[in-house]
């Protein structure tokens, strides 16, 4: 199981990204997906959740209706579609999935908002 982040960069407050993850080793259809981040000082947090049967989603409350997590099951990735960001979505941002009661972790993708 290997996950890949990209997409991270430094943007304006407003701004947008669009991160990806990169999954092998399994198919992303078949797993619950999750986007975490971390700011420094910070415990890593759930951002969005993308269940395996029916494409159901979660979000952080702060994130909701800015951020929308999607699923290419043609591609075997994960986006995260993030808009109207602000200084306070800085961080450094994961992707996961469990697979076969063990948690797997990408290296991370860092997304810097200036104000």
């Known amino acids: 199981v290997q996950l890949v982040e990209s997409g991270g960069g430094l943007v304006h407050s407003g701004g947008s990204l669009r991160l990806s993850c990169a999954a092998s080793g399994f198919t992303v259809s078949t797993y619950d997906m999750s986007w975490y981040r971390q700011a420094p000082g910070k415990e890593r947090e759930l951002v969005a959740f993308?269940?395996?049967?029916?494409?159901?989603?979660h979000y952080l409350d702060s994130v909701k209706g800015r951020f929308t997590i999607s699923r290419d099951n043609v591609k075997n990735t994960v986006s995260l579609q993030m808009n109207g960001l602000k200084s306070e979505d800085t961080a450094r941002y994961y992707c996961?999935?469990?697979?076969?009661?063990?948690?797997?972790w990408g290296q991370g993708t860092q997304v810097t908002v200036s104000s």
């Open positions: 993308i269940f395996r049967s029916g494409g159901g989603t």
């Open positions: 996961k999935v469990s697979v076969n009661w063990s948690d797997y």
